[in-house]
Every structure is written in structure tokens, then in C-alpha cells.
């Protein structure tokens, strides 16, 4: 029993230090979260200057879905860099991604300005529920 666990024990002193490496980092994935989760389940309604919007709707697992200005359905992944929401775009495939400002933990209502990836200005709030959402979605 001892010889057994000798040889059980730093196997798990490793596998406790691995567990506490990655502690922080959870750590971080779970603060971005909590600054976007105002978002989960509701829109994020991008305004142009035309009058047009694209939305988009971001999803607790790092995914986002979305309707373009003409409707058109749009996906991909978002992250939090700094001070930024960053969406990869898949659906239809871009090959960068994008980031626009995103202030922390953002509430329904929160209206704030940015630029779209061409540089024009937009109007950006976080709209309660999923508006304009094709079945589905």
C-alpha cells in the first residue's frame, strides 16, 4: 500500500500544479464573460448613418450570429481584447477579425459609437431581447 502510494503521489502533486497554473486563466475567461453576459439573449444593434442596422447576437460560448444590414444571415466567434469586442466572421467566411470598442458590462439601453470595419461611423446598443431574429436563429 505505501510502495502504491508513493507512486501515486507525484502524479498528483503535477497534476494539483497543472490545476493551479490554469486557475488564472478560468479566472479570465469567466471575467469575459461577465463583461459581455448583458448581451446573451439579447442584440447588439449596430446603426448606420443610413438608417440601416446589422445585428448581432452573442452567445455565452464564444459563438455570435447576426443579421447584415440587407438581412442576410451572418456567424462566426467573438472574443474581448482590452477594451474591445472582437468578431471573427465564418459565415460568410473573412479571413481577419474585427474590433470594435465595448464598454465594460454593458447593459440593456447602453448606447455607444464606434466605426465598422470600412471606417463609418456607427451607433451601437444593446437592445433587450433578440430583435429582428429569422426562425431558427
Do not use: H
Not at 443610413?50 to 442576410?72: H, V
Amino acid at each position: 500500500m505505501q510502495t502504491r502510494l508513493r507512486r501515486l503521489i507525484p502524479g498528483l502533486a503535477l497534476a494539483l500544479t497543472g490545476a493551479c497554473a490554469f486557475a488564472p486563466l478560468a479566472g479570465q475567461a469567466a471575467d469575459v464573460v461577465r463583461r459581455v453576459a448583458p448581451a446573451f439573449g439579447n442584440t447588439v444593434l449596430s446603426t448606420y448613418p443610413d438608417g440601416r442596422s446589422q445585428k448581432i447576437w452573442l452567445r455565452p460560448d464564444g459563438t455570435w450570429e447576426g443579421a447584415s444590414r440587407r438581412g442576410n444571415p451572418l456567424a462566426g466567434k467573438w472574443s474581448i481584447k482590452g477594451e474591445k469586442l472582437c468578431l471573427k466572421q465564418t459565415k460568410p467566411a473573412m479571413p481577419l477579425s474585427f474590433c470594435v470598442a465595448y464598454p465594460g458590462e454593458a447593459q440593456v439601453g447602453a448606447v455607444w459609437t464606434s466605426k465598422d470595419l470600412a471606417g463609418t461611423p456607427i451607433k451601437l446598443k444593446v437592445v433587450k431581447g433578440i430583435v429582428g431574429a429569422k426562425a431558427g436563429t
